[in-house]
């Protein structure tokens, strides 16, 4: 259980900082033209099945997509389609959601101080 506390919490941390990661690259590409913001997509993992429970955590898995080419298959040169203001959003959503990774991470290591108290 606890195991599966810290790998979630740790693909959680991994996945927003990918996110964060994005925002910056589209900040920072704003004025570029033809630059194509970048997307993390993130899809939930279950690690597998018990009949104790009918789920066991496994965290995340991200993609980080960019559509470089139109539908013709050439270069875009069209000006950057990033919003600023959707990509601030995203960071202090990543943010957030860093945090509460961080935090998940915190209550496993308490929980694991608080078994060995009671089995030692």
Not at 38 to 44: D, G, H, I, M
Not at 52 to 61: D, E, H, I, K, L
Not at 75 to 83: I, N
Request: proline share 4%; no cysteine; hydrophobic share 40%.
């Amino acid at each position: 259980m606890i195991a599966g506390i810290l790998g979630a919490a740790i693909s959680g941390v991994n996945l927003n900082s990918q996110r964060v990661s994005a925002a910056a690259k589209n900040i920072a590409n704003v004025s570029t033209p033809g630059y194509q913001p970048e997307k993390v997509e993130a899809t939930s993992v279950v690690t597998g099945q018990s009949p104790a429970n009918a789920y066991q955590p496994g965290g995340v898995q991200s993609v980080t997509r960019t559509q470089l080419v139109d539908v013709n298959g050439v270069l875009s040169t069209q000006p950057s389609a990033t919003d600023l203001g959707t990509e601030f959003a995203n960071m202090i959503l990543a943010e957030k959601a860093y945090s509460a990774s961080l935090k998940a991470m915190s209550v496993a290591e308490d929980m694991t101080e608080n078994l060995l108290d009671v089995v030692g």
